[in-house]
């Protein structure tokens, strides 16, 4: 990775294409990355309908490695990594001894000893600093920050398959990409550096990640766009990334994850596995567990009856829009938009667990709307055995 002379911003090996190819670029995460190309409803529809890439190179990746990784990531997830076959991947948190948040991430298991963690650009640093702290003085764990070498590349949508599996790199390996399953990796050895591929997507449809080192970074992308135009393909930015994972109630880390609340007031208890075994926040949980979290995340809509017996929209709900229960303050709002799928306003909040749903409003610009409670997903992906949708 490399650094923008103007604003310190890093750079990912696709910045420059994504700067001459029109996108509108933004900070993000300490990187440069494109928030839109052609606008976040038609890339939004693209990923819905055809398939869309994504550049998403300011993910961590930090290899594990050594006889002793298995037992001492365990401890660190909340979700069981341990007795995993080859080739699996688990969506987990690492969480604090209080049972805050510090990351919700994918742990691969490549090899018996050669793991792989994929963290949020947000979080990078911190995640790094754990783990090695962690794992100081612990026999048998080596680390390897790999970052900075690595380049991500996600290919989502309904043609995802038809695509990757036009890639040269990939024409020996067609039986590996046609046997992966949701939640399933392969390492591919290359010239350059070893390719990872898995299918763990974030937007609720079929779709592949491609690891890779930073020099096969922009040959990968350019490839993907020539053999895929008959398939529709096109860039997609950060806007529409965000919009995609909202509507299969996707967790993002900085709404409905913080280091000040748990995982089990965020919504993935499921990603929580506290019977038999031990881990950093563990106590904290199982307490939390048995008395019951003081707080849920729970789907709302709003509906605003008077404006839309107008028929104006009903207004959007962003992240951070306080939410009451009767004249009481009862939680905020932690990603808010109107779905393009659903065309809903729709909402997901963190309220106190005794509130009672019929009573709950929402404060939008200065007043309040009523909002209902109701069931996420508030799209169903679209993907066999996805673990997340299963609430």
């Not at 009856?305 to 951070?320: F, K, L, M, S």
Request: aromatic residues 8%; glycine residues 10%.
């Amino acid at each position: 990775m490399t650094t923008t002379d103007d604003t310190q911003l890093r750079a990912t090996p696709l910045t420059a294409w994504h700067r001459d190819h029109g996108a509108r670029m933004v900070p993000f995460a300490g990187f440069e990355m494109p928030v839109q190309y052609r606008g976040v409803l038609a890339e939004h529809a693209a990923v819905r309908e055809r398939v869309g890439l994504f550049d998403i190179t300011h993910m961590g990746e930090i290899l594990a490695s050594g006889p002793g990784v298995e037992a001492w990531l365990d401890g660190l997830c909340t979700n069981r990594v341990s007795g995993m076959a080859d080739g699996k991947v688990v969506y987990t948190a690492m969480c604090r001894p209080d049972g805050g948040v510090l990351d919700d991430m994918l742990i691969y298991r490549l090899g018996r000893e050669d793991w792989m963690i994929v963290c949020n650009a947000s979080n990078h640093d911190k995640i790094a600093a754990w783990v090695a702290g962690r794992a100081a003085g612990v026999a048998g764990v080596a680390l390897d920050d790999a970052s900075d070498r690595t380049a991500m590349i996600a290919v989502q949508g309904p043609e995802a398959a038809a695509l990757t599996g036009r890639l040269a790199a990939l024409r020996g390996s067609a039986d590996a990409l046609d046997a992966l399953e949701f939640y399933t990796a392969f390492a591919l050895p290359r010239p350059g550096g070893r390719w990872i591929v898995s299918r763990t997507g974030y937007t609720g449809e079929r779709g592949y990640e491609l690891y890779v080192p930073n020099a096969d970074a922009l040959p990968l992308w350019e490839e993907l766009l020539a053999l895929g135009g008959d398939l529709g393909v096109e860039p997609i930015g950060l806007a529409a990334r965000d919009t995609l994972r909202f509507e299969p109630a996707y967790c993002l880390y900085g709404h409905e994850l913080s280091e000040d609340w748990t995982p089990l007031e965020a919504g993935i208890g499921w990603a929580v596995r506290l019977k038999d075994r031990d881990f950093v926040g563990r106590e904290a949980l199982q307490r939390q567990k048995d008395a019951g979290p003081p707080r849920r995340l729970v789907g709302l809509e709003v509906t605003a009856p008077e404006a839309v017996g107008r028929d104006r929209p009903a207004p959007i709900a962003r992240q951070g829009a306080p939410v009451f229960c009767g004249d009481e303050p009862a939680g905020f709002v932690t990603s808010g938009t109107k779905s393009p799928t659903l065309g809903r306003s729709l909402a997901l909040a963190l309220i106190d667990a005794g509130c009672d749903p019929a009573r709950l409003t929402v404060e939008i610009r200065d007043r309040r709307h009523p909002v209902r409670v109701v069931s996420y997903p508030f799209l169903a992906a679209r993907v066999k055995g996805d673990p997340r949708a299963a609430r």
